[in-house]
């Protein structure tokens, strides 16, 4: 039996995720910032394929809150699971943004650092002494690591810190057999931002006419690959970043 902890499951990737996990026979908490009933019904379909699933509220961007979460997560770990040792965490709680560098004030620059790196960083550090050995982390990056896409800069350049502080993680946790590993979703229709591709077809039309695949990533595109790296078939796989993407600007 392993149990996973994903960010941001309420949605989107970590909701794709968290069902990806499910049916690769893993066991789930998901966390939500704002949107409770998201996560409530992942976790009725995380059940309905038959595995077990909880759901905690989490702000990754108020690290003053995390000694809380890992209390309520030892208490739930004892009263679902029987244990007080989790096997897998997903930094992917995420928010986005669209504004050129000229434009973007401290208060946005602050705020997606401590969604993307501080939160990251902090939250993993609290929890690992919960993790079991052998656990896996999959932080959640970006392709805009690695194309440059105008408007989007300090997402870009804080999922850039995260994808290095994702080969520290794997260096500085392996005497534990603990690996990590980023994923690096390329153009994808998720809610971030906005719901930009569904509310401008054009762009979707533009990025998809970018991508060698010849359409956008779906979450559930993600979502698989994410639940791969948790699982044991991906054991040996450790401080990589994945882009999953499509072929995305190549």
């Not at 007080?84 to 997903?90: A, P, R």
């Amino acid at each position: 039996m392993q149990i996973v902890i994903i960010t941001g499951g309420s949605r989107g990737i970590g909701r794709a995720a968290a069902i990806a996990c499910a049916q690769r026979g893993l066991d789930v908490i998901v966390t939500y910032n704002t949107h409770k009933p998201g996560a409530d019904a992942v976790v009725r379909e995380v059940q309905a394929v038959g595995r077990q699933a909880a759901v905690l509220a989490l702000n990754v961007a108020d690290t003053s809150s995390f000694d809380i979460f890992a209390e309520q997560l030892t208490q739930v770990l004892g009263e679902t699971w029987g244990r007080t040792s989790f096997d897998g965490l997903v930094n992917n709680a995420g928010i986005g943004g669209f504004n050129p560098i000229e434009s973007v004030s401290e208060a946005e620059f602050d705020g997606l650092f401590n969604v993307h790196l501080k939160g990251p960083f902090f939250l993993t550090q609290r929890l690992l002494p919960m993790m079991a050995d052998g656990g896996a982390i999959v932080n959640v990056t970006s392709a805009t690591t690695r194309v440059a896409t105008a408007g989007v800069a300090p997402y870009a350049a804080f999922k850039g810190g995260l994808e290095v502080l994702t080969r520290y993680m794997a260096k500085e946790f392996g005497l534990r057999r603990i690996r990590a590993n980023a994923v690096s979703p390329g153009a994808t229709r998720t809610d971030l931002g906005g719901n930009p591709l569904d509310n401008h077809p054009e762009f979707a039309e533009l990025l998809a006419s970018q991508t060698a695949l010849g359409r956008v990533g779906e979450p559930e595109d993600v979502g698989r690959v994410i639940a791969t790296l948790l699982s044991g078939d991906s054991s040996w796989i450790n401080a990589q970043s994945i882009e999953v993407g499509g072929g995305y600007c190549i």
